[in-house]
């Protein structure tokens, strides 16, 4: 039973433009969500999170938006950067907790 | 601030045999997790470790065992190793109660079982 969906394997987009990565959850008991980035051969890296009561959190070029009725949550890059190219995790969790994630998406910024 | 490490970062070994993997947290954070990373399954938790009691366990079998020290370090152990092992090992730290419930990765144990 995956709780947490990553329905794009992958994404390409030009540089300069939007990236927008979305994910889906089914457990409505979540209160946290949070977005990682991965490069191959290193550990994930916090990004951006957004709890349960909110509905958009914003750090620079980085937006996450959650609309709690469609369990469903997107992370927003504007503009995209070459160096924005990796493998993005959604995540989920209670108050405390293991987090639960999605199983990524390829993001690949063009030059 | 230092971050999470771990070591070693590449392990090799035979089936049958069993491995120890180590986590030095973040200094403060008391929680350390573990997580599994394989290609088919993604990323998958194995346990959580708070003040040296395991406070919650994945959906792994008996093989896989954890434990923490007084000075918040860890180790995971997998006894029997099987093929189906070979996978990244990826240990988290963060504080319970912050905000947001941010974990903090160290790089990752690579364990290739042949």
């Known amino acids: 039973d995956q709780q947490v969906k990553q329905n794009s394997p992958s994404l390409s987009v030009q540089e300069g433009r939007i990236s927008i990565l979305n994910c889906d959850y089914t457990n409505s008991m979540f209160d946290y969500f949070l977005w990682y980035k991965k490069y191959p051969a290193e550990g994930p890296t916090f990004l951006i999170s957004i709890s349960s009561i909110k509905d958009k959190n914003e750090d620079g070029r980085f937006t996450v938006f959650l609309n709690k009725s469609a369990k469903h949550l997107s992370l927003h890059i504007v503009p995209s950067q070459p160096g924005d190219s990796a493998v993005y995790f959604c995540?989920?969790?209670?108050?405390?907790?293991?987090?639960?994630f999605g199983k990524g998406t390829k993001l690949t910024v063009n030059p | 601030k230092a971050g999470v490490t771990q070591t070693p970062r590449y392990l090799i070994k035979t089936r049958g045999q069993q491995v120890t993997l180590s986590c030095s947290p973040i200094s403060g954070h008391r929680s350390v997790s573990w997580y599994q990373q394989t290609p088919g399954q993604g990323l998958q938790f194995l346990f959580e470790y708070f003040s040296e009691t395991q406070r919650n366990k994945g959906n792994f079998p008996g093989r896989f065992s954890g434990r923490q020290f007084s000075n918040s370090r860890s180790e995971m152990n997998v006894s029997t190793l099987e093929l189906g092992d070979s996978a990244l090992y990826l240990c988290?730290?963060?504080?319970?109660?912050?905000?947001?419930?941010?974990?903090?990765f160290g790089p990752g144990t690579r364990l290739t079982v042949l």
């Open positions: 988290a730290s963060g504080v319970p109660g912050l905000a947001g419930n941010e974990q903090f």
């Open positions: 995540a989920a969790s209670r108050i405390i907790g293991k987090l639960v």
